[in-house]
């Protein structure tokens, strides 16, 4: 049997300090541990907990239960007699290993920001006849939900003897209304199968003194939530004050965002499903608008605020003739606009398809519609129907242009997927990325830490703190050679000026979820399903 170089630590040793000692001492900052008015609200923000080292090397750290709990006994990782794990070169990840944030720089850059690697330790702060954990689902739908679910039943059950596993149901007021479920690895057996969540989900209904009691009451030890970044922040609220209160529970999250907007991680769960149903669906509408005379097909994909889907879906398709997004500002009428584009290509085809997300061209809906402004209970803007305001623009507009009448391939609230989309099984990637998000966050608690979320940042899965994931969304930057992939894929105008172009570049400078020269953590589209800390 493997063990890493951590092998011979003092099992009572914090961790923290571990990877502190292991730095050059005269560059070492202590690590920052403030009281935040986050205990007070649902908005708040946790001081960060940063460990920094020579040549520029920055920890962002996450909270560990000794922080407020030092003399917590440690016991052996279950996983070294596990039988599964017997051929495993390494049984643990080392303690000092962290994970870059930036893997592009040049040769004197700064060794810059890191997360600490995720991953089995050997010393565990849990006993598996303990342990008691619940997991939550909150917010909307998205494929892979119950893959996640699954995961961390059996991993729980199968790496550390854990079989006290309880299911919250309807999201966040689950917690207070008591309603759960017992989940047993038998009981979850097929749930990967199924689109949705086994355990219900709601927007909103978060009550952290509520959640918190519940939490206490329970003896629940391990809370696991999924959601995407309101959850998250509601995720953080709950630890703070889970410490407040000095209680021995670990909280992890699991990011979920089907429009795969969640910073610094490289992609969230169910992105990769999500796009291969689109895909479908944009095949389904070019072969309707092919079919007849100057047919146009709309098709409206997810993407409140960030347009990935859109543009991962129209690069895949290669049937798109113009893909519209929430970060790219454009325009219908005069030249260089939607309706001179329209024009020029159904001159040249007779037909074309044209997929637009859902956050997009919200300001032209506005002004031409006057609407008020209003939230969901998650307090996401509720959003003006993109795909029936343009719909019925391009019908009536249109119609001015030296052209043949326009023919829509089918009636436009057939032509949105949505639910659809969000609904299905997750695929065998995300099946496969779910298990390691599962067990990411399996290890993390049960080696202690908490406050934290996990997920791959640069291929290598890693424990992120909170607020780094809530404080800002991943978005398309339209400045990036990713784009400029799309724009030649479909041949469209950008729609920009060169101003705006100039403003966009300076904005994104120096973004916080991009790599050297603005290229995207997920260029690619790709994680690696076969890393080896897992």
Aim: proline share 5%; with cysteine; hydrophobic share 35%.
């Amino acid at each position: 049997m493997g063990s890493s170089s951590a092998s011979g630590l003092n099992p009572q040793i914090d961790p923290n300090l571990v990877l502190k000692s292991s730095l050059s001492a005269s560059a070492v900052k202590a690590p920052v541990r403030v009281p935040s008015p986050a205990r007070m609200g649902f908005d708040g923000k946790s001081q960060p907990k940063i460990v920094e080292g020579e040549r520029g090397y920055v920890l962002e750290d996450v909270p560990h239960l000794t922080d407020y709990l030092p003399d917590l006994p440690t016991h052996p990782n279950p996983l070294q007699d596990n039988p599964a794990y017997s051929v495993v070169k390494q049984y643990f990840v080392n303690v000092d290993d962290t994970v870059a944030q930036k893997i592009v720089v040049h040769k004197s850059s700064p060794r810059g920001t890191h997360f600490r690697r995720s991953g089995p330790r050997q010393k565990v702060y849990f006993e598996s006849d303990e342990v008691h954990a619940c997991i939550v689902t909150c917010g909307g739908l998205c494929p892979g939900l119950n893959t996640v679910i699954r995961e961390i039943v059996c991993g729980l059950h199968h790496m550390y003897g854990v079989n006290s596993v309880l299911g919250i149901q309807g999201g966040y007021k689950g917690f207070y209304a008591r309603n759960t479920i017992n989940l047993t690895p038998k009981s979850v057996n097929d749930i990967h199968k199924r689109g949705g969540t086994i355990l219900g989900t709601s927007r909103g209904g978060h009550d952290t003194a509520k959640i918190v009691d519940s939490i206490e009451d329970r003896g629940i030890n391990q809370v696991y939530i999924i959601g995407g970044d309101g959850t998250q922040k509601g995720a953080s609220v709950i630890y703070e004050e889970i410490e407040r209160r000095g209680l021995k529970v670990a909280v992890a999250g699991i990011p979920k965002t089907i429009d795969n907007d969640i910073a610094v991680i490289d992609k969230s769960f169910g992105f990769d499903s999500a796009v291969e149903e689109a895909q479908r669906a944009i095949n389904a509408a070019h072969v309707e608008a092919e079919s007849v005379e100057n047919g146009v097909g709309v098709v409206k994909l997810m993407g409140r605020y960030s347009g990935f889907i859109a543009m991962y879906a129209t690069l895949a398709s290669r049937d798109v003739d113009c893909c519209l997004i929430p970060e790219s500002p454009f325009y219908l009428e005069g030249h260089g606009g939607l309706f001179e584009y329209m024009e020029k290509r159904l001159k040249e085809q007779g037909h074309m398809v044209l997929v637009v997300a859902e956050g997009a061209g919200q300001d032209l809906i506005a002004e031409s519609l006057r609407s008020m402004s209003v939230e969901d209970p998650s307090g996401n803007k509720l959003l003006l129907d993109v795909g029936l305001w343009l719909s019925e623009k391009i019908r009536v507009d249109l119609a001015n242009f030296p052209i043949v009448a326009v023919s829509f391939c089918k009636k436009t609230e057939d032509a949105n997927p949505t639910y659809m989309i969000r609904a299905i099984p997750s695929n065998a990637s995300d099946n496969v990325y779910c298990t390691l998000l599962a067990h990411s966050a399996i290890h993390g608690a049960m080696a202690g830490y908490t406050g934290f979320t996990t997920g791959p940042v640069n291929g290598r899965h890693a424990y992120i703190p909170f607020h780094r994931i809530t404080e800002t969304q991943n978005k398309v930057v339209i400045t990036d050679r990713m784009w400029a992939r799309l724009l030649s894929s479909t041949n469209q105008p950008s729609f920009l000026n060169s101003h705006i172009i100039e403003e966009s570049k300076k904005e994104e400078e120096s973004p916080p979820t991009q790599l050297l020269d603005g290229e995207n953590c997920m260029e690619n589209g790709v994680v690696d399903a076969s890393l080896p800390e897992l």
